[in-house]
């Protein structure tokens, strides 16, 4: 199924259908990996559209990335921990409560191994909406150490690794721009600055090409869009539903994966099935980490 889009703006190509609510999608050794809220799991899918259950994470999977040898690590979102996953056995990696108020969210994985771990900073599903607070970003070593940035960021969400391993950019999601650090020799991220203001737009989950540029969903306004440093809209792609995250991959690494749902408030996904895959062809393929 392929949506439309009446302005005229590319679109996608449904290829997978039930997910409750994806997040954190991953090109891994042939397969999209992902996460589902609201099933509890951690799925992938391969070439052939089959779905598998690699894991059952009880207190929601959210992002995903892994360890030098192989290990899986998921972040462990209403508990606040870090969970790593040898391919038969789950141990906790990192317990995240101590420097997590709220709950646990996104991730990008590092070539050494550290985790960088974005965290809610404060309830955006309060009954009385409250005003948001600025949080850190949680950097977990690869042995399990913990530490934190400053309160820099409104809001983190989706993360990238530049190839060279020197810089990571997060997304913030209320704060409607992206920032950058510099990854110390030990895995610190530090020197904190604006890597582009995005306007009114919304960045959810992302990923980087070859190009340098950040492809991201934006849930609010129902679409992925490809930007450069600075904050210049190069491309768009619509969707119909919101599109939550986003993966470079496939054979060339050129597919665009896009994650949809209906919407992002817990009481209009969780139990509905109508989270979705899509993809896209783009021109560029996908560089760096995840």
Known sequence: MTNESAAGMKTTTVIHTGLQFGEGPRWHEGKLW?????????????????????????????????????????????????????????VRHADLSGVSEYDCNDMVVGPDGTAYVSIFGFDIHADTPVEPQAAHLVVVSPDGT??????????????VITPDGSTLIVGESYGRRYSAYRITDDGMAVEHRVWADLGDLIPDGCCLDAEGMIWFADPVHKKVVRVREGGEVVDEISTDQSAVACMLGGDDGSTLYVLTSRGTHPERVDGTSTGRVETAQVDVPGAGWP
């Open 146 to 159: 913990i530490r934190t940035t400053n309160k820099d960021l409104m809001f983190p969400n989706g993360s």
């Open 34 to 90: 992902f996460s589902d809220f609201f099933r509890y799991g951690v799925f992938t899918l391969d070439s052939e559209g089959n779905e598998e259950r690699i894991l059952t994470v009880e207190a929601r999977p959210s992002g995903l990335g892994w360890l030098p040898n192989g290990d899986l690590l998921v972040v462990s979102m209403a508990d606040k921990r870090l969970l790593r996953f040898d391919g038969h056995e789950t």
